[in-house]
């Protein structure tokens, strides 16, 4: 029996397989400003990118929620991951593991299905009623919050005294 690995660990024999897809980092050079050689600070090893973006996917964290003692600045990943996605690197990763499901398990390619449907929910217009700002009226119009009209306190200065 092996040793327990967190399920966003990527492990070597993984690693092996994942980093011939990495595509290359192209410095980003702005016309009026080119960085001098070895200037700013150094980029993210490829390895910790891909292990912090499996460990947002495994957990559901948000980017921010990254750990920083484990994985760096978030930003820092966050815009390494937005690279790889423009440069179509998660596609093709997804390609290589279907093509190799295929080659270990087999899909059955003659007989596949998809379903789907993209529209409003039919029922949330009754759930919610209807939107004030939808119809264009004016605050003072819309139904108050626990249903008590809201009304400015007016207080005279010596309750006291009366004519």
């Known amino acids: 029996m092996g040793k327990r ?42 390895r910790q990118v891909f292990e912090a973006v499996v460990y947002v996917l495994r957990t559901g964290c ?4 990254l ?27 997804w390609k290589a593991g279907l093509a190799e499901y295929d080659d270990m398990q087999g899909i059955a390619w003659r007989w596949q299905s998809i379903d789907g449907a993209l529209m409003k929910a039919p029922l949330a217009q009754q759930a919610v009623g209807p ?3 939808d119809r264009g009226k004016k605050w003072e119009q819309a139904s108050p919050v ?18």
Do not use: C, M
Request: without cysteine; positive net charge.
């Open 5 to 46: 690995v967190e399920s966003w660990v990527v492990t070597e024999e993984f690693w092996h397989r994942v980093e011939p897809l990495i595509p290359a980092r192209v410095p980003k050079q702005v016309e009026s400003y080119v960085r001098k050689p070895g200037a700013g600070r150094p980029p993210k090893p490829a």
């Open 67 to 93: 750990p920083k003692e484990r994985f760096g600045s978030a930003s820092a990943v966050h815009k390494r991951f937005l690279e790889w996605e423009q440069a179509g690197f998660f596609e093709e990763l």
């Open 146 to 163: 626990g249903g008590r009209p809201w009304r400015p306190v007016v207080s005279h200065r010596d309750r006291g005294e009366r004519e």
């Open 131 to 133: 939107n004030p700002t």
């Open 62 to 65: 948000q980017w921010k929620a």
